[in-house]
C-alpha cells in the first residue's frame, strides 16, 4: 500500500478507519459490534504499525532517525502496558468492560 499510494494517504486512511472503529466500539451494545469495531481498529492499527516507521526514517534528519523510530516503539509498548494496568483496575466492575475500550 505504501508504495502504491504514499506513507502519507495510508497514514490518513489509517487513522480514519481507527476512528470509525472506536466510534463503532463506543456505541456498542453487543459483544458483535464490539468485535466488529476491535477489527477494524485493528486494521488500521496495522497500516499505521508499518507506514510509521518507514515515513519516521524517510523524514527525520540522520541525526535523530533511530532515536525516533525507538521513541515511537517505546511509546507504543508502553501504551499497551498502561492499558493492562487499567484493564486489572476495572477487571471487577460491573459492567468495566466498556471502561476497557
Excluded: C, K
Amino acid at each position: 500500500l505504501n508504495n502504491v499510494f504514499g506513507r502519507r494517504p495510508v497514514l490518513i486512511v489509517a487513522s480514519l478507519v481507527f476512528t470509525a472503529g472506536a466510534l463503532l466500539m463506543a456505541v456498542a451494545t453487543h459483544w458483535i459490534v464490539l468485535l466488529a469495531g476491535r477489527l477494524i481498529v485493528g486494521l488500521g492499527i496495522g497500516f499505521a504499525s508499518m507506514t510509521v516507521p518507514m515515513y519516521i526514517g524517510e523524514a527525520a534528519p540522520l541525526h535523530v532517525r533511530g532515536r525516533l523510530i525507538t521513541v515511537n516503539n517505546l511509546f507504543i509498548t508502553g501504551g499497551q502496558f498502561v492499558a493492562s494496568l487499567i484493564d486489572g483496575a476495572f477487571a471487577d466492575v460491573s459492567g468495566g468492560w466498556r471502561y476497557m475500550l
